[in-house]
């Protein structure tokens, strides 16, 4: 992450439009794997096995293969991938906590023009990303459309959580929160109290 708040909106950005190719690529790869390199081999054992050239153990491991590792591919890229996009928000709100602070101005003008430019390349991204998964996922693989429901939802509601993370990222770095300052105040406030 980056020292200034407008750069680590940028990155934010390019996350969502990264992290949405690399899920549809791994989709994509997923489903080439399965439908055509492992089905194709699967066939070839089944054949070899039915002539008596290789025993039925072989057959039983490539059916295992199949019920417990490649059926969980799918939903273990959707866990990375929001493992991955968690890490990166709770970076990108420490980072713009420590980031240099913005005065009034930069924040309203950020708050004004910054989040409408953010939010007008994000329609673009959003109106591609539902081209990409409308043609190209629902058509090709359409049977792991459904299968990636964390990345969906965001996807879904790419705007609107977007636009609260970058909220909540220029309030943190708009608004001091350190607590020590707070409580070290407040303390001496009471004593003042008390002498008082």
């Known amino acids: 992450m980056g020292d200034n708040l407008y750069e680590n909106v940028g990155n934010l950005v390019a996350l969502s439009f990264i992290s949405s190719i690399s899920i549809g690529l791994g989709l994509f790869f997923y489903a ?12 070839a054992v089944k054949t070899l096995e039915s002539s008596g050239l290789i025993g039925g153990w072989v057959n039983a491991i490539m059916e295992s293969f199949q019920t417990t590792v490649l059926v969980l591919i ?24 420590y980031a240099k602070r913005e005065g009034y101005f ?17 329609g673009i991204f959003e109106t591609l990303t539902n ?21 969906n939802l965001y996807i879904s509601n790419l705007g609107l959580a977007n636009l609260s993370i970058i909220a909540i990222a220029v309030i943190l770095n708009f608004v001091d929160l350190d607590i020590n300052k707070f409580n070290f105040r407040k303390d001496k406030e009471e004593i003042q109290n008390e002498i008082s």
């Open 106 to 122: 930069g924040v309203l003008g950020f708050m004004t023009f910054g989040i409408m430019g953010v939010l007008f390349i994000l």
């Open 131 to 151: 081209w990409f998964q409308t043609e190209f996922i629902a058509k090709v693989i359409p049977t792991l459309i459904y299968s990636t429901p964390l990345f």
């Open 32 to 43: 080439v794997f399965n439908d055509y390199v492992y089905y194709n081999l699967n066939i």
């Open 74 to 97: 799918p939903n273990t890229l959707d866990l990375l991938w929001a493992g991955t996009f968690l890490l990166f928000v709770y970076s990108f709100f420490q980072a713009s906590y």
